[in-house]
């Protein structure tokens, strides 16, 4: 099956510890994305990527970092920089150019501990 | 600074009634404007989208409609199901770009 996988699907970190969430794609996509959920606030863009070995910040970038090695990958490590972290994290990815629908992971749900 | 508004936050509609869900944007270069589906747990899911040359979409029981010169558009759930209770989120992309802006999502709530 074609899709999104993201892991864990729940994680668990201690104050000033970084983790990473993992994100693979198997729909040969170019640009991939990586959004936080906080209730009521809808979905905020973190980074996203357009081609490998390439990423831009997106509106909430401080305290994130990310690496696009492979086009299949595009893992997200929350630092200890980030000062709330717990939060629902989506991945996503779309083709490139014109692409016309984002197709998301399942989520994985961060708690910092 | 929201870039895409929506309204209202919760909605609780009866089974077989009409559910409505408005969003408001402010950027002209928007050129793209998907509603997703998200279940509790889940990732969201593009359920229908539409773009600024036409002023209505249907598909099944979902409609959008998109009046571009107030720069808002609405989605119309006709005969609401209890299987539709879920987070509905209006999205918009810039021309040429490929990132979206979302709304700040509604939960709609189907009750028997």
């Known amino acids: 099956d074609g899709g999104i996988t993201q892991s864990p699907k729940y994680l668990f970190r201690k104050e000033g510890q970084n983790v990473t969430l993992s994100c693979e794609q198997n729909?040969?996509?170019?640009?991939m994305y990586w959004y936080r959920q906080d209730p009521g606030q809808g979905l905020r863009l973190i980074y996203y990527?357009?081609?490998?070995?390439?990423?831009q910040k997106g509106d909430i970038a401080e305290g994130y970092s990310v690496s696009r090695e492979k086009k299949e990958s595009f893992p997200l490590t929350v630092t200890s920089a980030q000062k709330n972290p717990t939060a629902f994290y989506l991945c996503a990815s779309s083709s490139v150019p014109g692409h016309t629908e984002a197709f998301f992971g399942q989520g994985t749900r961060l708690t910092v501990v | 600074q929201q870039q895409v508004k929506q309204s209202p936050q919760s909605l609780i509609v009866q089974k077989g009634g009409i559910s409505i869900i408005n969003c408001a944007y402010e950027?002209?270069?928007?050129?793209?404007f998907p509603w997703y589906q998200q279940f509790p747990g889940k990732g969201p899911a593009l359920l229908i989208a539409i773009r600024p040359d036409v002023s209505e979409k249907k598909e099944g029981r979902f409609t959008i409609s998109f009046n571009k010169s107030a720069k808002q558009f609405s989605l119309h759930i006709m005969d609401s199901q209890p299987g539709d209770s879920a987070t509905y989120f209006c999205a918009a992309r810039p021309a040429g770009a490929n990132n979206l802006f979302f709304g700040t999502g509604t939960r709609l709530t189907v009750i028997p």
């Open positions: 729909l040969n996509h170019d640009a």
């Open positions: 990527s357009q081609i490998v070995n390439d990423f």
């Open positions: 950027n002209t270069a928007f050129d793209y």
